[in-house]
Every structure is written in C-alpha cells, then in structure tokens.
Nanobody
Framework: VQLVESGGGLVQPGGSLRLSCAAS????????MRWYRQFPGKERALVAL????????NYADSVKGRFTISRDNAKNTVYLEMHSLKHEDSAVYHC????????WGQGTQVAVSS
C-alpha cells in the first residue's frame, strides 16, 4: 500500500498550489479520502474529505471557499486545489485513505511566505 503526495512547495500569500496524492496497493474507489495538515508541534487536523464516489465533500471552516478536494478514481489519485493561500496555511499536508482501515501518506510541505 502506498500513498504518495506531491505538489507542495513555497508560494507567496495569495497564490495557489495543487496537491496530488497517488494511491496504489488497494482498491482506491472503495475508500473515502481525506487531506489533513500538521503544524509544527500540533496534531494533524482535517482539511477536507471526499467520499469514495466523489459525490460528497466537506471542508474545515478555515479553508471553505479557498480549497477544493477532488478525485479521479481511474487514476487512483486525489487532489487538493488551494487558492488564496495564507501564511497560516503553511503546514505538512497528508492524504489519508479510510475504509474499514486507514492508510497515511508521508506528507508534502507547503510554505506560504513572501
């Protein structure tokens, strides 16, 4: 089982990034997918989730209207589009697969700084 995030990096405030999480080793279409983020010294916090079919999504209040989660079950990939980025969005972003059990990715760093 693997979840591999990519797309993180350094971006200026107000900028955009698109994170990807490529899954392998399990039946991706059975799993709800989530994005979490972790600030230094803090626990991981849920950012967004999407149902296995992609028909249902939900977001943390802090990112509503700025972030969009989506998935492509044919490519076994979940995405997180992030716009209007703020300093406080700087964190390590992890994807998580959930269905009877759970799998974590290793994370990708997002730094928002001028």
């Amino acid at each position: 089982v693997q979840l591999v995030e990519s797309g993180g990096g350094l971006v200026q405030p107000g900028g955009s990034l698109r994170l990807s999480c490529a899954a392998s080793g399990f039946t991706f279409s059975n799993f709800d997918m989530r994005w979490y983020r972790q600030f230094p010294g803090k626990e991981r916090a849920l950012v967004a989730l999407i149902s296995n079919s992609g028909g249902s999504t939900n977001y943390a209040d802090s990112v509503k209207g700025r972030f969009t989660i989506s998935r492509d079950n044919a490519k076994n990939t979940v995405y997180l589009e992030m716009h209007s980025l703020k300093h406080e969005d700087s964190a390590v972003y992890h994807c998580y697969a959930s269905y009877r059990t759970g799998y974590w990715g290793q994370g990708t760093q997002v730094a928002v700084s001028s």
